[in-house]
């Protein structure tokens, strides 16, 4: 392979390596020794690549890896093993560790094609963009019906979805040579069970195989193929990386951004399938499916809620952009509908028409790239933008979807990590629930890939949180077999800003929007380090303990001490819990669906819902609860 000089990876925004670079020399036709990889570690994808800020020159020379890229190119090379699984965080440059892997392999002769593997049509385009720049010509338009790629590509780049289609042409194509496949983000190997087989069959005879992946887990138990799995200390067969390089070290080596989570609250109001108006304040401890019923009546377009936390996501849009001029903006939705209503909000918002990307087709792919290179504030999407898509001026988001698991989670927020400067910050907004809270505060953690379930697990799900809203769906059908059912309604909602998390803390004092106590978090400057963050958060929220004194009622009287006597709400909330404990465990006894036992309950003692019922209903289904469960004993 030809070796050139010149930027490096759009694909990856690499654009600043000061912190985490090594100095390249150039790549030899001889084979690079294990030892020296650190120290001449090849240029190719590092040098064909333009830079991903085309105002301003790339951060020290183009012809420089990152550390890491350097320590996976090690690590590889002392055993060149069939198959690698490298998991680098979001932002951190996979694309670029790919493609100097690929032209190294390729100048060697181990060898002779390259088939990339991405989730989405938008990625596979942009892998053929950036092999390109690297001198790899990979056929992005292949379609299974062509049978084999033309011989001016070196190989194609398609989806699993195309491989799960007909994974015999796949099979043709990698036995037909020595092949490299490279699996971007490979979880999604586990996403059906063709799938799954079809990528086992259709690369089973590659020479090597490299899977790449920013969360390397998955919320079920679908086994990943090629992903080598093995028991924990607790008997849990769990997927083993080859190299990890996770946010909090990319975070300390400049690498991606920190992120700013802006929480709100507020209370809800809406009408269940059984009829029954009811209330919560989003955020509050109650049970699963009200909490899921609060957050949909969050997102709800027709409520206050979505407007008021769009509007503050544009003022701190707005914030960012005195630092950073292009920094953009982007609503991550449930579902086309309230996709389109979300637009027109953002519209009135700010007299400016947002970039609406609806799917995973062409078009969608068209509108991403044109929205990633201008200047506009808000693009709304439906999922899609989720996953590997690359707009690196991305610097505010607003998670307005019902998904919750943690892979999701961590997809989203890794569109907004990617560091193009020193100093850049991410802030994304979220509603104020359980789940979303958990996996913020835990964002720099890494997760593998567990086959098994602990046996210990409180409802038998080895992550809770992550079906909380299919749960409650769940729930809600089931009650529908049991009661004439109306659709749900969402009748009304109020936003309240809650708090800020920011690496494992929790901020601010909660506040009404659009007061002092709101604004000072909105306000921060877009352009801090880490450690600037972290200040000037304990800073704003020095200042508001100290606001906080000796404020007075609005009848100008001081406020009046708590009282000493233990508070109605705390015994209610106890009470809810302890029943939704033994609402679960009757529900593995009986197996019966959560919704059908809170039903049933309901109709033999009498009174409302859950977060309705005072301390002597609730008691009087845990002593139901109770007898059954003595008695199943």
Same mark, same amino acid.
């Given at each position: ?488 309604? =969402?009748?009304?909602?109020?936003? *309240?800003?809650? +708090? !800020? @998390?920011? %690496? $494992? ?6 506040? #009404? ?28 929220? =020095?200042?508001?303990?100290?606001? *906080?004194?000796? +404020? !007075? @009622?609005? %009848? $100008? ?6 009282? #000493? ?37 309901? +109709? ?11 301390? #002597? ?17």
């Amino acid at each position: 392979m030809p070796v050139h000089s010149g930027g490096v990876s759009a694909a990856e925004n690499i654009e600043h390596q000061e912190p985490a670079e090594l100095p390249i020399d150039g790549l030899s036709d001889a084979p690079i020794e294990p030892a020296a990889i650190a120290e001449v570690a090849g240029n190719a994808a590092a040098e064909h690549l333009s830079p991903a800020f085309p105002e301003r020159a790339a951060w020290g020379t183009a012809s420089k890896l990152r550390a890491w890229q350097v320590e996976a190119l090690t690590k590889y090379f002392e055993k060149e093993p069939r198959d690698f699984l490298a998991a680098a965080t979001p932002g951190a440059g996979k694309t670029t560790f790919a493609l100097r892997l690929a032209t190294e392999l390729l100048a060697r002769g181990t060898v002779d094609r390259l088939v990339v593997v991405a989730p989405t049509e938008h990625l596979k385009r942009q892998w053929a963009d950036a092999a390109d720049r690297v001198n790899i010509r990979l056929d992005p338009m292949f379609k299974n019906g062509d049978g084999m790629f033309g011989r001016h590509y070196q190989g194609v780049a398609i989806t699993y979805a195309q491989v799960g289609m007909n994974p015999e042409v796949h099979e043709r194509i990698t036995a037909g040579g020595k092949t490299l496949v490279v699996l971007d983000e490979v979880h999604h190997g586990g996403d059906a069970l063709t799938w799954g087989e079809g990528i086992r069959l259709a690369f089973s005879k590659a020479t090597r195989r490299l899977s790449l992946s920013g969360t390397p887990f998955r919320s079920d138990t679908a086994p990943i193929p090629f992903v080598q799995y093995a028991p924990d200390e607790q008997g849990i067969r769990t997927s083993i990386s080859d190299y990890n390089y996770g946010y909090g070290r990319a975070l300390k080596d400049g690498v991606v951004r920190p992120v700013l989570f802006m929480a709100y609250a507020g209370q809800m109001r809406w009408k269940t399938r059984m009829g029954d108006e009811m209330s919560a304040s989003l955020g509050d401890p109650v049970t699963k499916d009200i909490t899921a019923q609060a957050w949909r009546t969050a997102l709800s377009p027709e409520g206050e809620w979505m407007p008021a936390v769009l509007s503050a996501a544009d003022k701190r849009l707005t914030e960012v952009r005195r630092g950073v001029p292009d920094a953009g903006g982007l609503v991550i939705a449930t579902d086309t509908t309230t996709a389109r209503a979300y637009a027109r909000i953002l519209q009135r918002i700010t007299g400016e028409r947002p970039t609406v990307v609806l799917s995973d087709e062409a078009a969608g792919s068209s509108r991403i790239q044109s929205f990633a290179e201008d200047t506009s504030r808000w693009m709304v999407a439906v999922r899609m933008v989720s996953e590997g898509v690359d707009v690196p001026r991305l610097c505010v988001g607003v998670y307005a979807t019902s998904a919750s698991t943690p892979l999701f989670f961590a997809q989203v927020i890794g569109r907004f990590v990617r560091a193009r400067r020193r100093g850049e910050t991410a802030s994304v907004f979220l509603p104020s629930v359980p789940g979303l809270m958990a996996l913020a505060a835990t964002l720099e953690l890494e997760r593998d890939h567990a086959l098994d379930r602990p046996k210990d697990a409180e409802d038998g799900m080895y992550n809770p949180e992550d079906a909380m809203v299919a749960e409650a769906n769940k729930e809600d059908r089931a009650s529908e077999s049991l009661l004439d059912v109306q659709p749900f309604e =969402a009748l009304d909602s109020q936003a *309240s800003f809650d +708090r !800020v @998390l920011y %690496d $494992g803390g929790e901020f601010g004092t909660g506040g #009404e929007v659009g007061s002092l106590e709101e604004l000072d978090f909105i306000g921060i400057p877009g352009l801090l380090d880490p450690d600037q963050v972290r200040d000037l958060l304990r800073a704003r929220q =020095a200042t508001q303990a100290k606001r *906080s004194k000796g +404020r !007075v @009622l609005k %009848d $100008g009287m001081p406020k009046a001490p708590e009282p #000493e006597n233990r508070p109605m709400y705390q015994t209610i909330k106890e009470q809810r819990s302890e029943l939704q404990r033994l609402v679960s465990i009757w529900s593995r006894h009986a197996n019966e669906p959560h919704g059908s036992i809170h039903a049933e309950l309901r +109709r033999m003692s009498g009174g409302p819902a859950v977060a309705q019922a005072s301390i #002597e209903q609730i008691q009087k289904r845990i002593d139901i609860l109770r007898g059954r469960i003595g008695n199943r004993r």
